[in-house]
């Protein structure tokens, strides 16, 4: 069983799930009903993950909080939670392409599997797929739409240290 709370945020309505031991989804409000399969789920607005997810969320939107500290519990192939689990390495303000992924995970040939997994990343925001981008440094597909993708960016991008800055990519 799963259980899922909607929270209002500045890319929209979004629907935190969280399974048997963590947050298992953030789906965006016009989301792929296919996208993420997570079965039967019932409405809490009283489950401590994900009140501590909402409040988190909110606080990365205000721009106070740059990485997230919630039990993630991924349902997908070994392969995607790879993928996804090289996605938490990418450090806030900064992206990488699919190939610079696939090289992270071994797989440096598995671009356009790695960029499959992506686009079914259920974990949004937290899990940041939408620092991956294309090889020129353009914004690619994003489950959430393209204007969410250049919103999250643009929101690092200025809260980043200058240091770790978005290089070489236009988030506007």
Known sequence: MHYF???DSPVG???LVVGATGLSAVVWENDYPLRVRLGRRCESHQHPILIEAEHQLQRYFCGD???????????GTDF???VWNA?????FG???SYAQVASAIRHPRAVRAVGAANGKNPI???T???RVVGSNGHLVGYAGGLAAKRYLLALESAKASPGSMLKGMSVF
């Open 124 to 126: 949004s925001i937290i």
């Open 94 to 96: 900064q992206t990488r």
């Open 87 to 91: 996605l938490l390495a990418i450090p």
């Open 128 to 130: 940041p797929c939408h």
């Open 65 to 75: 909080r740059q990485s997230f500290d919630l039990p993630l519990e991924f349902v």
């Open 80 to 82: 995607q939670k790879k």
């Open 5 to 7: 709370k909607r929270m």
């Open 13 to 15: 309505l979004l629907t």
